[in-house]
């Protein structure tokens, strides 16, 4: 694996920020870390960027001690904060000249990079742009070509897509499908959850400082228990219909829309349990043409998950 993190705990004061968070990433994975304002995603972060000293646990980078080897894990990161610096006072390619030249990387090796940098972000035609000029969406991208300088295993990017029009989030978002095709594993923070939802391979929601679910987004699905939104729709026959779902002990929450055409109700069985519904509701003469289950986005499935860790 990439990324381990083992019991790590954060406390300012009395206040816990994570509470013995655990969780693992495999090499070349694409994890979207999602949760609520203070849940805990940027002091995790900062905590693996070697930012921040955790309270107790500790986490590891290729193996790396974030803890005892901070050094050694900064060779494996680039890093990307929430609130980007950059000096407005450089052009583009002096800013990823500077930051080479920090890393230890040749004046030659630094005029073969950067401009590969500029085209990977799509800055070719910024090169000479002093960096103050830059729009926030270009500021971001040249962020993110600084933090690939070193040619890091690990991306951490805590907001990446924060304060972009739509069309910049979108190049942020196929650069780092760019950048997974490279083999690169990444973790990214969002609050943008369906786009999430399209970049990474698993997604990790934390509450509290707690991760709460882990997995890829069927599988997180898989974590509300069997609740599932359903509609069917019926030719006439609506009083008979609803009286036949009123039995069994799987359905609530039954409603008739659509002028009686329509009715939708929670069912909280198995797809086994969904099977034998449908079949005996054929035996019993319903005349049901049609039978729909909602699919849950992931805003409804981050809502559901938070809903019920608040209800623990």
């Known amino acids: 694996m990439m990324i381990e993190v083992r019991e790590l705990t954060k406390k300012f004061g009395s206040f816990i920020a994570l509470d013995h968070l655990n969780m693992t990433i495999d090499e070349g994975v694409v994890f979207g870390f999602v949760g609520a304002n203070g849940a805990g995603k940027s002091t995790t972060f900062s905590i693996l960027a070697t930012l921040l000293s955790p309270t107790s646990g500790d986490a590891f980078i290729n193996g790396k001690s974030v803890v005892k080897e901070p050094g050694e894990v900064r060779k494996q990161i680039g890093y990307v904060p929430d609130f980007f610096g950059v000096y407005d006072q450089l052009k583009a390619d002096e800013y990823l000249d500077f930051y080479g030249a920090c890393y230890g990387l040749s004046e030659k090796e630094r005029k073969v990079l950067i401009p590969q940098l500029l085209e990977l972000v799509n800055l070719s035609d910024k090169r000479y742009e002093y960096v103050d000029l830059l729009s926030r969406g270009m500021k971001q991208r040249l962020c993110l070509a600084r933090s690939l ?3 890091p295993k690990v991306l951490i990017l805590d907001e990446p897509a924060s304060g972009l029009d739509p069309r910049a989030r979108v190049e942020m978002r196929d650069i780092i499908k760019q950048l997974k095709s490279m083999g690169k594993t990444i973790l990214i923070s969002s609050h943008i959850l369906p786009e999430l939802a399209e970049m990474c391979d698993e997604i990790g929601v934390i509450d509290q400082g707690k991760l709460i679910a882990h997995g890829n987004v069927s599988e997180i699905q898989a974590q509300l228990q069997g609740d599932k939104h359903i509609t069917i729709k019926v030719i006439n026959e609506i009083d008979k219909t609803v009286a036949f779902l009123e039995e069994d002990p799987f359905v609530s929450s039954i409603e008739v829309l659509d002028g009686n055409e329509k009715v939708t109700f929670i069912f909280k069985g198995s797809p086994e349990d969904q099977v034998k519904l449908l079949r005996r509701a054929m035996e ?22 938070t809903k019920g860790a608040d209800a623990k």
């Open 149 to 151: 300088i070193h040619d």
């Open 284 to 305: 019993a003469g319903l005349p049901i043409y049609a039978m729909m289950e909602e699919e849950k986005d992931l805003e409804d499935v981050f809502m559901a998950i």
